[in-house]
């Protein structure tokens, strides 16, 4: 039998931290995210929000210039930047301690010009999420995914996208199948469901009990990345699969209270909810 932690609301307090007095924004996370063509804004906007609200230090969101007054108008805490600027581009990749991609990207010749330019330019140190049409896009050259860098990378998958990069049909996506494939590619995969899967770098693997059918809006993984990125870049004293648990666990934690008075629950109301909610987990 292949087991799977379930995991429990108790991970929130061992992870989410008082912050000392003595501390700046740069202790909290500097997040890259790349995302949202002329068409798809709203998905970075939506990731750079949740992790402004999830506590992120600095988030910049390299996107479509299209996307620009949206995001500024929406979301004042980040910088924005013009995804065909490379040399900025290259700049924060090599500041950034968390970088995002995928999130409204899209498929087309930029985006692989966008991968070319994080695998040379991240810092071994630098996680990379991968999230969206980053997915797609990677399953459809597989000449990419040879030049994956050698840093921690995590997939965030939905079925079908697990089903392009693995090659595993929904209907077989099986914990044993799902973690055979997740250890060849020797990243983290979070598989995106109802009752999420996590597959840890570290070979541990968890899943979610919460969650259900009123978080089926567009924008509730892209939601997600930054829930993780902000995770990732500020939480530094736990487990990186406890981070991770964590972060799945807080994304759907919230819907599944609200939706006893709610009957959808949208990305926009996680994210303007993170704070409170995360302030209930200090010891
Ligand atoms: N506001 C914005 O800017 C938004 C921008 N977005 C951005 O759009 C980009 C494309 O992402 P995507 O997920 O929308 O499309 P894609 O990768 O083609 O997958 C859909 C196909 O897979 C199938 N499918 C099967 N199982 C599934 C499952 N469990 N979950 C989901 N789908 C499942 C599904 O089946 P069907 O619906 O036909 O039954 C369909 O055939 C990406 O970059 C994303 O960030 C979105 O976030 C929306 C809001
Ligand atoms: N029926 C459901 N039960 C639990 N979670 C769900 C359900 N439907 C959607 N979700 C969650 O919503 C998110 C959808 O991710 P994704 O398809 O990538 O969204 P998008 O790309 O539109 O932002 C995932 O976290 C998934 O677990
Ligand atoms: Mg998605």
Redesign the pocket.
């Known amino acids: 039998m292949f087991y799977l932690k379930q995991i429990s609301e108790s991970v929130l307090k061992e992870v989410i931290k008082k912050r000392p007095s003595v501390s700046h924004k740069g202790d909290y996370g500097r997040i890259l995210i790349i995302g949202g063509n002329e068409n798809m804004g709203g998905?970075a906007i939506?990731s750079a929000s949740a992790a402004v609200y999830s506590g992120a230090g600095l988030v910049t969101c390299a996107s479509a210039p299209e996307n620009r007054s949206a995001l500024h108008a929406r979301l004042p805490e980040a910088m924005f930047l013009d995804y065909h600027d490379f040399s900025q581009i290259i700049t924060v990749i090599k500041s950034a301690d968390v970088i995002v991609v995928g999130?409204g990207l899209g498929l087309s010749q930029h985006t692989n010009k966008l991968f070319a330019l994080i695998f040379t330019h991240i810092r071994q140190q630098t996680t990379l999420i991968i999230?969206?049409s980053a997915i797609t896009a990677l399953a459809q050259e597989p000449k990419l995914l040879k030049t994956i860098p050698n840093c921690p990378i995590i997939y965030?998958?939905?079925q079908a996208?697990w089903q392009r990069l693995s090659g595993i049909e929904i209907a077989a996506q099986t914990p044993q199948v799902n973690q055979s494939i997740q250890q060849k590619l020797g990243a983290t995969v979070i598989l995106?469901?109802?009752?999420?899967e996590i597959y840890h770098a570290d070979n541990s693997s968890s899943k979610i009990m919460i969650?259900?059918?009123?978080?089926?809006?567009?924008?509730?993984?892209?939601?997600?990345t930054g829930i993780i990125a902000a995770f990732i870049g500020q939480f530094k004293a736990s487990s990186a699969a406890d981070v991770l648990d964590a972060a799945?666990y807080l994304?759907?934690l919230i819907p599944t209270k609200l939706s006893h008075e709610k009957y959808v629950v949208l990305?926009s109301d996680i994210i303007s909810s993170l704070p409170q909610v995360m302030h209930n987990y200090l010891v």
Not at 192 to 196: D, E, F, V
Not at 216 to 222: E, L
């Open positions: 998905a939506m999130p999230d969206g965030t998958p939905h996208e995106k469901k109802h009752h999420t969650g259900g059918p009123y978080m089926a809006t567009g924008g509730m993984g892209d939601t997600l799945v994304h759907s990305p």
